[in-house]
């Protein structure tokens, strides 16, 4: 052995050798020629033939990743060194050739983007391969703010994601998909040239018509009535009395609670009351889309598929009972806002626009509300949890809270008790703050745009039509040329909660969202204090100012979430109503260690906390 070990040392030598200064084989060395005799008679023979085959194989493989890389590094600096004005972004580097990127943004979405983003740096979008297809992931605030500009709402889509959701995630049968393909329409109310499709047809178009329309205006102040409403109603019901209750879980409390409330103020009681399990099902379904997004046949995940279909039939049922019982063509500028059979005008419209198009079966139009659901809650109720769980665990900010509620409640000629005026409510400035804070920290997605027939230019870089563009919250939301940190003597790092982060005090040069450039500030501020004398003012203000590009847990422009009203009043009101009835005390983790961001949820929005968040609570004595 130790023989073998020591000739194939010299015969390595002497190859490098023999490449390194010419040697012939005629010099080299007969035991190592003899060597050689034997090794090849040995392959020959196929004694050491299959042994070292797979040593082939493997350096084979290893040189193509290897080679790969190189050869996308050199891509990448090339591209990155290239002044030339309205190139395409440079390619990330990858190992595996086809797939490129593909393995670890499936693997692991979060770590790849963020690394990907740090490596290239804000102001760089970067070109991902996934397999046969090419994505673009763009990272500047004012590349997001040109993307959500309303020349690129006028030639962009978000097919891609859309299409890809449908089927993978809501199982919208594969036969439909193609006529939600086929709409190359857009969302305005006249459509693209050589769209070519029907006005009845226009599916994008009339979905986001119906949803804009029924979730601002009347239709809102209906919706978020409705909402509070109910959870009123299920707080005075609850088995809570003067005694303090041991609740599991603050998230699990709410995913019952609020859910509920949401689900009858948008589809009216019947779907959950024909199917009892609904609310575990979709939490489950939740749980689970990591797993379905990837679209992988049902055999190799049936749980997730049959628990999405017990959904699907639970909708259907009630989409059945509903018709048998009321009118969806109700939609008339005197017809009820909300009726208990289909619940909001919302649903009653999406029914009729939809029975008009001759490929929407009931299975679609399922996947279609199940879709609907799943956006109305899926956010909402997990940014709910951490905004609930921030102002519970600092008591200076539930007093400073409280305050903010209490000034909203003025007394009524009708009731005895004082009444909560829910405008002045939602425009307190710290309840805004607090829940913009929540927002830009706990929700975590991808919002995708892609040029529909002419490439698209953002900056110095182009964009070639039909290749998906996303962008990512989390990283605007922790830009730091984009927001401010706090300053030396009183740091708020951006991936920690800082309640006051959207105010501004009118005697704090430095407070106020946006990034200052510390010492400039300080002086202007200083010479302009000297220099004027300044009204009083009152208070601080919410502000958004500045920091457009770097808050879009909402997305933008035209696709902007047509829910954002309702979801910051359902937040906002939520917790007035629960601090309304209950008093609240969250319990030390056993641990030690605080709740986290489950960024496993990344890029479908709201951030579940990693672990249980136990609490007490006892009903408020009036
Ligand atoms: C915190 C809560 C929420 C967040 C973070 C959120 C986020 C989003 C985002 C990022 C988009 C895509 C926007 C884009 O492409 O630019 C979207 C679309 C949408 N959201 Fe929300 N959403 C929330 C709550 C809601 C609620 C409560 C509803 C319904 C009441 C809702 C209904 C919708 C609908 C229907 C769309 C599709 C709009 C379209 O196709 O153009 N969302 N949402």
């Known amino acids: 052995m130790a023989n073998n070990i020591e000739i194939s040392r010299r015969v390595l030598l002497e190859l490098r050798d023999a490449l390194r200064y010419g040697v012939c084989y005629d010099s080299v060395s007969t035991e190592v020629k003899q060597w050689q005799d034997l090794r090849i008679g040995n392959y020959l023979s196929g004694r050491t033939f299959q042994h070292d085959w797979r040593k082939v194989i493997g350096l084979c493989i290893a040189l193509t990743f290897v080679s790969t890389y190189t050869i996308t590094l050199l891509k990448s600096t090339i591209g990155l060194r290239s002044k030339k004005h309205g190139r395409e972004p440079p390619i990330a580097p990858y190992w595996i050739p086809f797939l490129g990127n593909l393995l670890p943004l499936i693997w692991d979405p979060f770590t790849h983007c963020d690394e990907t983003i740090k490596r290239y740096g804000y102001s760089t979008p970067v070109r991902l391969r996934l397999g046969p297809f090419k994505m673009y992931l763009v990272s500047g605030a004012d590349h997001y703010m040109t993307l ?6 006028r030639c962009m889509n978000t097919k891609g994601a859309v299409l890809l959701a449908l089927e993978n995630m809501f199982g919208t049968p594969s036969n439909v998909i193609p006529f939600y393909a086929a709409d190359k329409s ?18 994008t178009y009339l979905q986001v018509k119906a949803a804009h329309k029924h979730l601002s205006g009347t239709g809102l102040a209906q919706m978020t009535g409705s909402f509070l409403n109910i959870l009123e109603r299920r707080f005075s019901e609850a088995q809570v009395g003067p005694e303090w209750v041991d609740q599991p879980d603050l998230y699990a409390f ?11 103020a948008l589809c009216g009681p019947h779907l959950l009351l024909q199917s009892p399990t609904f609310v575990e099902d979709f ?20 749980g997730p598929y049959r628990n999405r279909q017990r959904l699907l039939d639970a909708v259907k049922k009630w989409h059945r009972y509903a018709s048998e019982h009321s009118d969806f063509s109700r939609i008339g500028i005197n017809d009820p806002e909300w009726e208990p059979y289909f619940g909001s005008k919302l649903i009653r419209a999406r029914q009729e626009y939809s029975s008009k198009m001759f490929f929407m079966n009931k299975d679609a139009l399922a996947a279609e509300d199940l879709g609907l659901i799943f956006a109305t809650n899926t956010n909402a109720i997990p940014s709910l949890s951490w905004f609930i769980y921030e102002i519970c665990r600092d008591p200076a900010l539930m007093a400073r809270v409280h305050r903010e509620i209490d000034a909203c409640r003025e007394s009524s000629a009708e009731s005895n008790k004082p009444v909560l005026d829910t405008n002045a409510l939602y425009n307190q400035p710290l309840l805004q703050s607090i829940y913009a804070e929540t927002l830009r920290l706990r929700v975590a997605l991808i919002v995708t745009r892609t040029p529909e027939q002419e490439e698209f230019n953002v900056g110095q870089w182009t964009f070639p039509p039909k290749r998906v563009i996303a962008l990512s919250s989390r990283t605007g939301a922790m830009n730091p040329n984009v927001w401010n940190a706090g300053t030396p003597e009183d740091p708020h790092p951006l991936d920690k909660f800082w309640a006051d982060r959207f105010l501004i005090y009118p005697n704090d040069p430095m407070s106020g969202p946006l990034r200052k450039d510390q010492t400039d500030i300080k002086n202007d501020y200083m010479s302009k204090c000297i220099s004027e004398t300044k009204p009083a003012e009152t208070g601080p203000r919410f502000s958004m100012e500045g920091v457009e590009g770097g808050w879009i847990p909402y997305g933008g422009g035209q696709r902007m979430c047509p829910g954002r009203h309702f979801a910051k009043q359902e937040i906002i009101g939520s917790l007035a109503t629960l601090l309304a009835h209950f008093e609240i005390k969250l319990k030390e983790p056993k641990d030690g260690i605080e709740p986290e961001c489950d960024m496993r949820y990344f890029p479908f929005g709201g951030l579940p906390p990693t672990k249980d968040i136990p609490f007490s609570l006892r009903r408020r004595q009036l």
């Open 186 to 203: 857009g969302v305005n109310s006249t459509p693209l040239p050589g769209s070519g499709v029907q006005p009845e047809h226009r599916i």
């Open 283 to 302: 939490w489950q379904f939740v749980t689970d889309v990591p797993t379905l997004i990837k679209g992988l046949p049902r055999w190799m995940s049936p």
């Open 254 to 264: 709410l995913q019952n609670e609020v859910f509920r409330a949401a689900v009858e």
């Open 148 to 153: 959500f500009s309303n020349k690129a709402s």
